[in-house]
């Protein structure tokens, strides 16, 4: 089992940048593709991007595609979400996901455990 933690949400202007990180404790961190997903309010729980077990490989939703950069270090058991040039639109609460063998990387009902989330507000 692996237990998660959001932080390093907050406030931030249009065209101003945030660094989320997800702590995660518990045994092998690096057996689990971690992935970052995002719920707006009225909205359904959606996909913004997921890294592989070694970091090798990452994927992302069209919408953040060359503004938001995933990673893990497996040494300090974090993933990370750098979000560069940020839209209202982005406006957010943003969960941490893990599962060590999700058959979709994209589909959040294929990641068995989650973070509290984090609000991510961008104003206009």
């Known amino acids: 089992q692996v237990q998660l933690v959001e932080s390093g949400g907050g406030l931030v202007q249009a065209g101003g940048s945030l660094r989320l990180s997800c702590a995660a404790s518990?045994?092998?961190?690096?057996?689990?593709?971690m992935g970052w997903f995002r719920q707006a309010p009225g909205k359904e729980r959606e996909f913004v991007a997921a890294i592989s077990w070694s970091g090798g490989s990452t994927y992302y939703a069209d919408s953040v595609k060359g503004r938001f950069a995933i990673s893990r270090d497996n040494a300090k058991n974090t993933v990370y979400l750098q979000m560069n040039s940020l839209k209202p639109e982005d406006t957010a609460v943003y969960y941490c996901a893990a599962d060590p063998k999700p058959e979709s990387y994209y589909s959040d009902y294929e990641y068995n455990y989650w973070g509290q989330g984090t609000q991510v507000t961008v104003s206009s």
């Open positions: 518990g045994r092998s961190f690096s057996s689990y593709v």
